[in-house]
């Protein structure tokens, strides 16, 4: 029986990493917000690996944060150990990983979420989007609840018409033995909606007890590590170890002889499964010729013996599962506490999006997660963020958010979405960004903090913390220019250190830094005058002055793509009336709509000569104009 049970300003469905974020940002701006959830012991769940950052996620948590978002202060709060990666490499690939607490990152979440005004979380599944006119005006529940709103986003993660796999047997279910949402993807469909099938995975979990680390390589955390948020005072994190053991011929034998009882391999799942993060099974077959494959062990929380096996992800029946794990170093006696599946899932052709990740031909629903066919948690968080704050800017009337590939990593992220599309699972990698040194995650509160602002996220002390640290930023970098160390022994001793010849004549300090050995911190003993700045703002300051040249090049290359944006393509604009496109070019146009000249240019099957084209139709147009 249907009833009416309420009205919002925008409902959120689902309230996982995606789910979470726009929910909080939603309501943060001042709009009555719904959270509906298949089940609220699973806010926030982490069902893959325990883990929040790495290499080009870590990005996303800075700017995320930056935005006013709560996956940073939440990896910050209940973290279990902490690294930052790539140390040997420049400041454009450092990224932060946290391991963090399963259950209390859930429980703190859930309770940043019960705590907010503004935001209602409510336990139920939706099975309808209503709307009037075309466009979103609510939903209804499987139990025949109508609450109205303007804007809806749906974050349902992998649960639409989910099903797991361990070996022949197939359960009807989402991750960790969680229902799934049987009746949305109809709705979808009905709507016009163009649906997809996915797959992921995850490895077993073991009992620490039974496992010799004794046989492994221990991963200590760093005691150093910077923090994720911004705005967050301290950690206070225990630093649990994970350790490192490799798989070998044995694991590999075990694995080849069971192929045909992988629901995979044996044709019983048609879902196309992730490139970057493959089964265990899957790198047997396709690099037949490495010898061995990393398994890493990592804790699942302080309070638990159970770790996952990083490495493994699996369809293989149980017993291939306890066979193979025994033939790696350490797990000989391992005890299996949970064992890995298969997961296939619904999520949508995310080409039907804008950049606002709104739906093209629905105003008022907006898509985000892996529900748009993304996978990892931090790529949810971000698509989560930018969609409740344009779902409650679509509501007040006001402009949407928009980020452009120079940006953020958010912006590569969307923009590959709604430009490029995801016909595998889209996970982010450093080599998307082609602005990367420009995007590092140290700078990004002094890139996003503004747009938070101007959405009502960021409070006033975050943005004076914010200025403060550009004010001292740009002091330092005018200290370093312009003060002269003038040649001497002091100079002379510097530089023989460092193998380099003496100086004849002064050096800037920002001439010193330059070379390539050459860090701030060492320069103190130099410094006649060192400015008082806080320890942010030297790393930034170091980074601008010794990587100034090449951030230069970069962004005389944003200004080239930024151009190219700003030539807007009317909605409306026939592409089979242009003289000179190709037809494939026509069809691909007229099929996206591209906002702009820039993006069209991104579409795969566009080429340079159709964007010579395009060029030549908006300079004629605006001539007309």
Same mark, same amino acid.
């Given at each position: 029986?249907? #009833?009416? @049970?309420?009205?919002?300003?925008?409902?959120?469905?689902?309230?996982?990493?995606?789910?979470?974020?726009?929910?909080?940002?939603?309501?943060?701006?001042?709009?009555?917000?719904?959270?509906?959830?298949? &089940?609220?012991?699973?806010?926030?769940?982490?069902?893959?690996?325990?883990?929040?950052?790495?290499?080009?996620?870590?990005?996303?948590?800075?700017?995320?944060?930056?935005?006013?978002?709560?996956?940073?202060?939440?990896?910050?709060?209940?973290?279990?150990?902490?690294?930052?990666?790539?140390?040997?490499?420049?400041?454009?690939?450092?990224?932060?990983?946290?391991?963090?607490?399963?259950?209390?990152?859930?429980?703190?979440?859930?309770?940043?979420?019960?705590?907010?005004?503004?935001?209602?979380?409510?336990?139920?599944?939706?099975?309808?989007?209503?709307?009037?006119?075309?466009?979103?005006?609510?939903?209804?529940?499987?139990?025949?609840?109508?609450?109205?709103?303007?804007?809806?986003?749906?974050?349902?993660?992998?649960?639409?018409?989910?099903?797991?796999?361990?070996?022949?047997?197939?359960?009807?279910?989402?991750?960790?033995?969680?229902?799934? @949402?049987?009746?949305?993807?109809?709705?979808?469909?009905?709507?016009?909606?163009?649906?997809?099938?996915?797959?992921?995975?995850?490895?077993?979990?073991?009992?620490?007890?039974?496992?010799?680390?004794?046989?492994?390589?221990?991963?200590?955390?760093?005691?150093?590590?910077?923090?994720?948020?911004?705005?967050?005072?301290?950690?206070?994190?225990?630093?649990?170890?994970? #350790? !490192?053991?490799?798989?070998?011929?044995?694991?590999?034998?075990?694995?080849?002889?069971?192929?045909?009882?992988?629901?995979?391999?044996?044709?019983?799942?048609?879902?196309?499964?992730?490139?970057?993060?493959?089964?265990?099974?899957?790198?047997?077959?396709?690099?037949?010729?490495?010898?061995?494959?990393?398994?890493?062990?990592?804790?699942?929380? +302080?309070?638990? %013996?159970?770790?996952?096996?990083?490495?493994?992800?699996?369809?293989?029946?149980?017993?291939?599962?306890?066979?193979?794990?025994?033939?790696?170093?350490?797990?000989?006696?391992?005890?299996?506490?949970?064992?890995?599946?298969?997961?296939?899932?619904?999520? $949508?052709?995310?080409?039907?999006?804008?950049?606002?990740?709104?739906?093209?031909?629905?105003?008022?629903?907006?898509?985000?997660?892996?529900?748009?066919?993304?996978?990892?948690?931090?790529?949810?968080?971000? &698509?989560?963020?930018?969609?409740?704050?344009?779902?409650?800017?679509?509501?007040?009337?006001?402009?949407?958010?928009?980020? *452009?590939?120079?940006?953020?990593?958010?912006?590569?992220? $969307?923009?590959?979405?709604?430009?490029?599309?995801?016909?595998?699972?889209?996970?982010?990698?450093?080599?998307? *960004?082609?602005?990367?040194?420009?995007?590092?995650?140290?700078?990004?509160?002094? %890139? !996003?903090?503004?747009?938070?602002?101007?959405?009502?996220?960021?409070?006033?002390?975050?943005?004076?913390?914010?200025?403060?640290?550009?004010?001292?930023?740009?002091?330092?970098?005018?200290?370093?220019?312009?003060?002269?160390?003038?040649?001497?022994?002091?100079?002379?001793?510097? !530089?023989?250190?460092? +193998?380099?010849?003496?100086?004849?004549?002064?050096?800037?300090?920002?001439?010193?830094?330059?070379?390539?050995?050459?860090?701030?911190?060492?320069?103190?003993?130099?410094?006649?005058?060192?400015?008082?700045?806080?320890?942010?703002?030297?790393?930034? @300051?170091?980074?601008?002055?010794?990587?100034?040249? #090449?951030?230069?090049?970069?962004?005389?290359?944003?200004?080239?793509?930024?151009?190219?944006?700003?030539?807007?393509?009317?909605?409306?604009?026939?592409?089979?009336?242009?003289?000179?496109?190709?037809?494939? @070019?026509?069809?691909?146009?007229?099929?996206?709509?591209?906002?702009?000249?820039? &993006?069209?240019?991104?579409?795969?099957?566009?080429?340079? *000569?159709? $964007?010579?084209?395009?060029?030549?139709?908006?300079?004629?147009?605006?001539?007309?104009?």
């Amino acid at each position: 029986m249907r #009833y009416e @049970a309420g009205e919002f300003d925008v409902v959120v469905i689902g309230a996982g990493h995606a789910g979470c974020e726009a929910a909080l940002a939603a309501a943060r701006m001042g709009r009555s917000t719904l959270a509906l959830t298949l &089940q609220l012991d699973a806010v926030a769940l982490m069902p893959c690996n325990p883990a929040i950052g790495g290499t080009s996620k870590g990005h996303l948590v800075r700017e995320v944060d930056a935005l006013g978002g709560e996956m940073g202060l939440n990896a910050d709060a209940t973290c279990i150990q902490v690294r930052l990666l790539n140390t040997s490499k420049g400041p454009a690939v450092q990224s932060l990983r946290a391991q963090a607490d399963k259950k209390a990152y859930q429980a703190r979440m859930k309770g940043v979420l019960e705590d907010a005004e503004n935001l209602t979380l409510l336990q139920g599944e939706c099975a309808r989007i209503l709307t009037e006119g075309g466009r979103v005006s609510g939903i209804e529940t499987t139990s025949g609840a109508r609450y109205r709103c303007r804007a809806v986003v749906v974050a349902t993660g992998v649960y639409l018409r989910s099903r797991t796999f361990t070996g022949p047997k197939a359960v009807e279910g989402g991750p960790a033995g969680l229902m799934a @949402a049987t009746e949305l993807t109809g709705d979808l469909l009905d709507k016009g909606v163009r649906i997809r099938r996915f797959k992921t995975g995850t490895p077993p979990r073991v009992n620490a007890h039974t496992v010799d680390f004794s046989r492994m390589t221990e991963q200590p955390g760093d005691e150093t590590a910077p923090l994720f948020s911004f705005v967050s005072t301290g950690r206070d994190c225990p630093q649990m170890s994970c #350790y !490192l053991t490799w798989t070998n011929e044995a694991t590999h034998r075990i694995i080849r002889e069971n192929l045909d009882r992988s629901p995979m391999y044996a044709g019983l799942i048609d879902a196309t499964g992730v490139r970057y993060c493959p089964s265990i099974e899957d790198k047997v077959v396709r690099f037949a010729h490495k010898e061995r494959h990393q398994v890493f062990l990592e804790p699942e929380g +302080a309070h638990t %013996r159970e770790y996952y096996v990083q490495g493994m992800s699996t369809s293989l029946p149980e017993d291939v599962q306890i066979a193979m794990l025994h033939t790696i170093p350490g797990m000989e006696r391992a005890q299996i506490m949970r064992y890995g599946y298969a997961i296939e899932y619904d999520c $949508i052709d995310s080409l039907q999006l804008t950049s606002t990740l709104m739906m093209k031909d629905m105003p008022g629903l907006f898509m985000a997660g892996q529900v748009n066919g993304t996978s990892g948690y931090e790529e949810a968080a971000a &698509q989560g963020i930018v969609a409740g704050i344009n779902a409650a800017q679509y509501v007040r009337g006001e402009p949407p958010l928009v980020l *452009a590939r120079s940006d953020a990593y958010a912006g590569v992220l $969307i923009d590959d979405l709604v430009t490029k599309g995801a016909s595998e699972p889209y996970r982010m990698m450093t080599s998307r *960004a082609e602005y990367r040194l420009l995007l590092r995650q140290d700078n990004a509160d002094l %890139r !996003l903090t503004d747009m938070g602002r101007r959405v009502g996220l960021v409070s006033d002390a975050r943005y004076d913390r914010m200025m403060r640290k550009r004010e001292e930023t740009e002091r330092l970098v005018r200290h370093l220019k312009e003060t002269v160390l003038p040649p001497g022994e002091a100079l002379n001793r510097f !530089l023989a250190a460092k +193998a380099y010849p003496p100086a004849a004549t002064g050096l800037t300090m920002a001439e010193l830094l330059r070379r390539p050995p050459v860090r701030l911190a060492e320069l103190g003993g130099l410094d006649p005058n060192p400015p008082h700045v806080g320890d942010d703002a030297r790393e930034e @300051a170091e980074i601008q002055v010794k990587y100034e040249g #090449y951030i230069q090049r970069q962004q005389q290359e944003v200004e080239r793509f930024q151009r190219l944006e700003q030539m807007a393509l009317d909605e409306d604009i026939d592409y089979s009336r242009i003289e000179g496109l190709r037809l494939e @070019a026509r069809q691909k146009l007229a099929a996206q709509r591209p906002a702009s000249v820039g &993006q069209a240019a991104r579409i795969l099957g566009v080429s340079p *000569a159709d $964007i010579g084209v395009l060029l030549v139709y908006v300079k004629s147009k605006g001539r007309r104009a």
